[in-house]
């Protein structure tokens, strides 16, 4: 491979230090930058000693989580209510790492383990043909310089008046091509023009789609897509006869039966400098500053990735693949240490797109499994991303030499006003009230996956609710339109500029321990009252229940729909602690309706094959520790290219499990999103938008938790206009009265 520049997202350059490594702080902290460089070394003098293996391109290196209960003992979190913490055990600190034989093709995975400071090769394995590691920052890079140089391409792009210079590409995983045989590494390319540096090349899309051989590193298809015409009669219809791709021995363009298609040339920049050359264009100068202040210092403390917040505590990783990992979530309950998830992350999310005509059913990424978040993560910029007193922690992760590329701001730490946390006046005369506010954690990080952005934030209360919140921004995936083309599956967003149609499902995966390691959950459907109106037990009509079941069989009650009709919701429970009061079982309640969505596309489609967890909006499975950790990928470990639903799946683990997923140690698998119907307002840059979850106790608490914050009154606080309201508006104490 060429050489190549670093992705804009890795900032830092890594100087490898020498010494061996040392014993790590704590059991799940991500691998460091020298763990990673001694990794690679130890697979590459193994490969050398013991394969034929000339050439190695590593595309993973990351830790292998200790089993639970061995990490639990050494924090000493007992693994149920009222217990004891077992006796801590010598964890062995472990890594994983694939990686590609360059010359003879194939994928291996090694595991190792690390004794008296050196790092051994436990297992080195080749990966079952069709199974692909994700795709690097680095090959995303070179897609891009393979398209540029391509003959062909370069004399199609200046058949529309676009120069060599002027072609960029956005390399993706190829989604689903069946004409290519398994065994070949791919990457679709869509193509782009740039007239300017820096300008916003999304506003000059090209009407062609490139297939690359990544390690060949050669151009081996272009796909013409058809267009559409407006018939006499008023209807849409496609210009070809089906939607099926053409077979690799035809001429795309000739079976696309359309003329070529000028990109646009009109420019839509979002950079401040390249937008003072529209003339129409002029900044808001009615914007007051608006600072956030923290004169004595943040109320929370870092002990390495180790943080505790007010009552909350818990273990902040980096993942190569989820970006941001949560470990060992506790809260200290009046004294007593009360955990409540093992682990929370983003485990895979798909984004299918919904033109039908080839080749934009390929469109369909799994930013997670096919790229990784973590490798996509920012380097975070003070008073831009995150706004305060910001503490911020590093990412590291492996490029194809073995050296790592470290992300200096990859996660950001701060607290935030929330609102009211809550108030109450007694509204009688002479009476009194008061007001407490309210202050959240934010754990964050925000990626970009070539035209998208994701911001990630995990923010905790103080009234013990946990919170995921998605936001989505960056520029649309676009396409050129013809002239006066109909657009039925998609917005006309700008002149020629097509965005297509689709969706966007995450897969949250929660990993509980509520009380414990050993939870159940419980489905509860709201009903009205079977009674009629006018009948003894319901005259007025007006009742209604809640209808508990407990999910106990895996393969009968592993996967779960969501009901609308029935509010149907659900808890995560331990039948070992019941609360004083109500009776009930301590849990912590799943809100994710304003998240739900269905699939739109068919259940047998290329898609739905590949992504079994979009099928349901909730999977409970019993977990299972192996040789690398836990389950962990509910579309597969190895994402790009597979056609069907991988054996290790969560569509599989359901349907070909057994046993208890009642008072067992379970992972849980939620499926949020949204579906995106482009609007011009969306471009040229997307304003955000907002997907919800949130955790909140039920019956885990004796009373409301946050009855000990105090109402404290804000002496920054001032009144907007100099006083003329300052009666009412005047500082006191307004908050308790």
């Known amino acids: 491979m060429a050489p190549s520049a670093s992705p804009a997202t890795a900032t830092t350059v890594y100087t490898p230090v020498t010494t061996k490594s040392t014993k790590f702080k704590h059991p799940l902290d991500p691998l460091t930058p020298d763990e990673i460089n001694a990794v690679s070394l130890a697979i590459r003098l193994y490969t050398t000693a013991n394969t034929p293996i000339k050439a190695v391109r590593f595309i993973t290196c990351t830790l292998v989580p200790p089993p639970k209960r061995a990490v639990l003992a050494a924090l000493g979190i007992p693994l149920t209510p009222g217990a004891q913490p077992e006796a801590p055990t010598p964890i062995v600190?472990?890594?994983?790492?694939?990686?590609?034989?360059?010359?003879?093709?194939?994928?291996?995975?090694?595991?190792l383990s690390l004794e008296d400071g050196t790092w051994n090769v436990d297992t080195c394995e080749l990966v079952a043909e069709g199974s692909e590691p994700q795709i690097s920052p680095e090959e995303l890079a070179f897609c891009e310089h393979v398209v540029r140089r391509d003959a062909t391409v370069q004399a199609l792009a200046r058949e529309v008046g676009v120069e060599p210079h002027q072609i960029y590409a956005d390399g993706w995983a190829i989604g689903y091509d069946d004409r290519f045989p398994k065994h070949t590494r791919l990457q679709q390319a869509f193509v782009f023009?740039?007239?300017?540096?820096?300008?916003?090349?999304?506003?000059?899309?090209?009407?062609?789609?490139?297939?690359?051989?990544?390690?060949?590193?050669?151009?081996?298809?272009?796909?013409?897509?058809?267009?559409?015409?407006?018939?006499?009669?008023?209807?849409?219809?496609?210009?070809?006869?089906?939607?099926?791709?053409?077979?690799?021995?035809?001429?795309?363009?000739?079976?696309?039966?359309?003329?070529?298609?000028p990109p646009p040339v009109k420019s839509f920049d979002f950079l401040p400098d390249l937008l003072q050359a529209d003339p129409t264009h002029k900044p808001r100068d009615d914007i007051k500053p608006l600072h956030v202040l923290q004169p004595e210092g943040v109320s929370f403390k870092m002990d390495g990735n180790v943080l505790e917040w007010q009552k909350w505590k818990m273990h902040i990783g980096f993942s190569h693949r989820e970006g941001i990992a949560l470990s060992t979530i506790t809260y200290n309950d009046d004294g007593e240490i009360r955990p409540i998830m093992y682990r929370l992350s983003l485990a895979e999310?798909?984004?299918?797109?919904?033109?039908?005509?080839?080749?934009?059913?390929?469109?369909?990424?799994?930013?997670?499994?096919?790229y990784g978040m973590g490798?996509?993560?920012?380097?975070?910029?003070?008073?831009?991303?995150?706004?305060?007193?910001?503490?911020?922690?590093?990412?590291?992760?492996?490029?194809?030499?073995?050296?790592?590329?470290?992300?200096?701001?990859?996660?950001?730490?701060?607290?935030?006003?929330?609102?009211?946390?809550?108030?109450?006046?007694?509204?009688?005369?002479?009476?009194?009230?008061?007001?407490?506010?309210?202050?959240?954690?934010?754990?964050?990080?925000?990626?970009?996956?070539?035209?998208y952005e994701y911001i990630w934030n995990y923010h905790f209360y103080q009234?013990?609710?946990?919170?995921?919140?998605?936001?989505?921004?960056?520029?649309?995936?676009?396409?050129?339109?013809?002239?006066?083309?109909?657009?039925?599956?998609?917005?006309?967003?700008?002149?020629?500029?097509?965005?297509?149609?689709?969706q966007h499902l995450f897969s949250v995966r929660v990993d509980p321990m509520v009380d414990g390691l050993y939870n159940s959950v419980v489905e509860s459907d709201i009903v009205p009252l079977s009674a009629p109106t006018g009948s003894k037990e319901n005259f007025a009509g007006n009742g209604f229940v809640v209808k508990d079941k407990v999910l106990k069989s895996q393969v009968q009650d592993g996967a779960r729909d969501f009901d609308w009709a029935r509010e149907r919701r659900w808890r995560i429970t331990n039948k070992a602690r019941t609360h004083e009061s109500s009776g009930k079982d301590a849990s912590y309640a799943i809100m994710m309706k304003g998240g739900v969505l269905p699939l739109m596309a068919h259940t047998d489609s290329w898609v739905a094959r590949r992504a079994s967890?979009?099928?349901?909006?909730?999977?409970?499975?019993?977990?299972?520790?192996?040789?690398?950790?836990?389950?962990?990928?509910?579309?597969?470990?190895?994402?790009?290219?597979?056609?069907?639903?991988?054996?290790?799946?969560?569509?599989?683990?359901?349907?070909?499990?057994?046993?208890?997923?009642?008072?067992?140690?379970?992972?849980?698998?939620?499926?949020?999103?949204?579906?995106?119907?482009?609007?011009?307002?969306?471009?040229?840059?997307?304003?955000?938008?907002?997907?919800?979850?949130?955790?909140?106790?039920?019956?885990?608490?004796?009373?409301?938790p946050s009855m000990d914050v105090p109402g404290t009154n804000d002496p920054m606080s001032k009144p907007a206009f100099n006083g003329a309201n300052g009666a009412n508006g005047s500082n006191g104490a307004c908050c308790s009265h």
């Not at 600190?93 to 595991?111: C, H, M, P, Q, Y």
């Not at 798909?350 to 499994?369: L, Q, T």
């Not at 910029?381 to 990412?395: E, K, N, T, V």
């Open 463 to 502: 009234d013990g609710n946990i919170e995921i919140e998605i936001r989505l921004t960056g520029i649309l995936q676009v396409y050129v339109a013809a002239q006066d083309e109909p657009n039925p599956y998609g917005t006309t967003i700008a002149p020629s500029i097509n965005a297509h149609n689709h």
């Open 193 to 261: 023009a740039r007239y300017s540096e820096h300008e916003n090349l999304y506003a000059h899309p090209l009407d062609f789609v490139v297939v690359i051989d990544s390690l060949a590193e050669k151009v081996i298809q272009i796909d013409f897509p058809p267009t559409y015409k407006r018939a006499k009669d008023g209807s849409v219809e496609l210009g070809v006869s089906s939607t099926e791709p053409c077979p690799l021995s035809e001429d795309s363009f000739t079976e696309s039966k359309r003329e070529r298609i």
């Open 613 to 704: 967890f979009a099928h349901k909006t909730l999977w409970v499975v019993r977990d299972k520790e192996g040789a690398d950790g836990s389950r962990m990928w509910p579309s597969g470990k190895y994402v790009p290219q597979t056609r069907e639903e991988p054996e290790d799946s969560v569509g599989r683990w359901v349907k070909d499990g057994n046993g208890s997923i009642e008072n067992e140690d379970i992972v849980l698998y939620l499926t949020v999103g949204t579906t995106h119907i482009p609007r011009p307002e969306d471009w040229p840059v997307m304003p955000v938008e907002h997907v919800n979850l949130m955790f909140k106790p039920n019956n885990f608490f004796t009373k409301n």
């Open 349 to 370: 999310m798909v984004v299918p797109y919904g033109a039908p005509e080839f080749p934009h059913p390929r469109k369909f990424a799994f930013d997670s499994g096919e």
């Open 93 to 111: 600190r472990k890594a994983e790492s694939d990686f590609l034989d360059v010359v003879n093709g194939g994928t291996f995975n090694a595991i």
């Open 375 to 451: 490798t996509m993560a920012n380097e975070l910029s003070l008073g831009c991303d995150c706004l305060g007193q910001i503490h911020y922690l590093p990412g590291a992760y492996v490029t194809h030499s073995g050296t790592p590329f470290i992300i200096k701001n990859a996660i950001c730490i701060h607290e935030e006003d929330a609102g009211v946390l809550w108030k109450h006046t007694d509204y009688r005369p002479g009476g009194r009230h008061q007001t407490v506010r309210s202050r959240r954690l934010v754990v964050s990080m925000v990626c970009t996956l070539a035209n």
